[in-house]
């Protein structure tokens, strides 16, 4: 029975963590932008200025919470033997995958492969940029 419950558990992981990480195009409306956002917030009542710095470290954290939990969640549902982890080897290969990502998307907007401002004039949000 323990078994069992280990991969429901595994299982638990890897969708919230399926929904937390940058691997879905729909969660950060609904997942990321929201805890991104509270996490600026709280900081700003340290200094109003860090509200949008808090909240892009708050979007980082979310994606790399979500991708270790899908790591973990991934390891309780398909490994079958117990195996010996090392939790820095797997924070450093999530923080690794999410900088890389992040780089990613950085070189998509800068070298204009994909043009934000015509893509956030097209959904008349009235932003200040």
């Known amino acids: 029975m323990p078994g069992v419950l280990k991969k429901i558990r595994g299982g638990l992981f890897l969708v919230l963590g399926f929904?937390?990480?940058?691997?879905?195009?729909?969660?950060?409306?609904f997942f990321n932008l929201p805890i991104?956002?509270?996490?600026?917030?709280?900081?700003?009542?340290?200094?109003?200025?860090?509200?949008?710095?808090?909240?892009?470290?708050g979007y980082w954290i979310s994606n790399i919470l979500?991708?270790?939990?899908?790591?973990?969640?991934?390891?309780?549902?398909?490994?079958e033997r117990p195996k010996n982890s090392n939790l820095k080897k797997e924070l450093l290969s999530?923080?690794?995958?999410s900088a890389a990502y992040s780089l990613a998307i950085f070189a998509l907007i800068h070298f204009k492969i994909i043009?934000?401002?015509?893509?956030?004039?097209?959904?008349?949000l009235n932003l200040p940029f």
Do not use: R
């Not at 979500?66 to 490994?79: C, S």
């Not at 999530?94 to 995958?97: E, G, K």
């Open 94 to 97: 999530a923080i690794a995958s």
């Open 115 to 124: 043009d934000t401002a015509a893509i956030l004039s097209s959904l008349n």
């Open 36 to 57: 991104a956002y509270g996490f600026g917030y709280l900081c700003s009542f340290f200094s109003p200025d860090l509200l949008l710095p808090c909240s892009i470290v």
């Open 19 to 29: 929904m937390l990480s940058p691997l879905s195009w729909w969660n950060d409306l």
């Open 66 to 79: 979500g991708i270790m939990l899908m790591q973990f969640g991934a390891v309780d549902v398909f490994q």
